[in-house]
């Protein structure tokens, strides 16, 4: 999604107010849940929905 909004981690990290380490974290999928809020604000900045950057991978 960044790469379709021609975004850098560094300018979205700076427009939804999150650390760029927090962010590398959700971006690698490390963390192990996100907040609503941090969700909602990274969709309105890449105006996309939540299903198009959230994958579900069952625990092996």
């Not at 907040?35 to 950057?53: H, M, N, W, Y």
Request: some cysteine; overall charge positive.
């Amino acid at each position: 999604m960044m790469a379709k909004r021609k975004m850098s981690l560094n300018e979205l990290s700076e427009k939804v107010d999150l650390t760029l380490s927090n962010l590398s974290i959700l971006k690698t999928g490390k963390a192990k849940a996100i907040r609503f809020s941090t969700l909602e604000a990274i969709c309105k900045v890449l105006e996309c929905q939540p299903g198009d950057i959230l994958e579900y991978l069952p625990e092996k």
